[in-house]
């Protein structure tokens, strides 16, 4: 029981973020990359929604995406992640976890008769998004806290992108999933596949 209220608890270990620069990727990131997504959609003409209206009921969209990623996110980042970290390097660590995390996916996206093409993107952006959430992790000083956050920020602004996720799956969602993969890819690089915590150019990279 000591070991459940520990791990319970850690859904709000937001005293472990120290460093407060780290609210700005986990609150602004996934807004951005939607926003990009869309005035890439737009460039390209597709058909998405040129009005967009946020919907009154978002504050308790977010609180329902907040409960179900504490759910998933207390098994992933508060039980599993550390002894893998422990065993693998971070990259490798996403690797097992994310595919295995999209498969989880799949029966409920298989109900709502999404195309092949959409649940092999799907499949692809997961894999990416667990690659984010251990980066924000590893940096946050092992906040299960912000993974928790950004997951819910994440699923609400997919939720309420311009004409709903039904536009923001046009072409099988590929330009926005293709950019949250490329966004992995990137933070890969730059912070490094072993911990994802080290950042290629600070001072400490170049002693």
């Known amino acids: 029981m000591d ?3 520990r791990l319970l608890s850690r859904t709000f270990d937001y005293k472990r973020i120290r460093n ?9 990131l996934m ?17 998405v929604s040129i009005t967009w209206a946020v919907p009154l009921l978002t504050p308790l969209i977010f609180l329902a995406f907040f409960i179900a990623a504490a759910g998933e996110e207390l098994g992933y980042m508060g039980y599993m992640i550390d002894p893998m970290q422990n065993r693998w390097t971070a990259l490798t660590t ?5 595919p295995i995390w999209a498969l989880w996916h799949f ?14 993107w799907g499949f692809v952006a997961t ?8 980066w924000l992790y590893n940096n946050t000083n092992r906040s299960v806290f912000g993974v928790i956050l950004f997951h819910a920020i994440s ?10 996720r039904s536009h923001f799956e046009l072409s099988n969602a590929a330009v926005g999933y293709s950019i949250i993969v490329i966004t992995a890819v990137i933070v890969t ?8 915590a080290r950042y290629r150019f600070s001072d400490n990279n170049r002693l």
């Not at 894999?127 to 251990?134: G, T, W």
């Not at 699923?155 to 709903?164: A, K, L, S």
Request: hydrophobic fraction near 50%; glycine fraction near 14%.
């Open 3 to 5: 070991g459940l209220k």
């Open 20 to 28: 407060k620069i780290w609210y700005l990727p986990i609150i602004f």
């Open 31 to 47: 807004p951005a990359l939607y926003f990009l997504t869309y005035g890439v959609m737009r460039l390209i003409g597709l058909p």
């Open 94 to 98: 996403c690797l097992i976890m994310g």
């Open 107 to 120: 029966p409920s996206m298989i109900q709502l008769g999404q195309s092949p093409g959409l649940m092999a």
């Open 127 to 134: 894999v990416a998004f667990r690659i984010l959430y251990v």
């Open 155 to 164: 699923n609400t602004g997919r939720t309420i992108f311009p004409g709903g």
């Open 189 to 196: 690089f730059l912070w490094g596949s072993r911990t994802l």
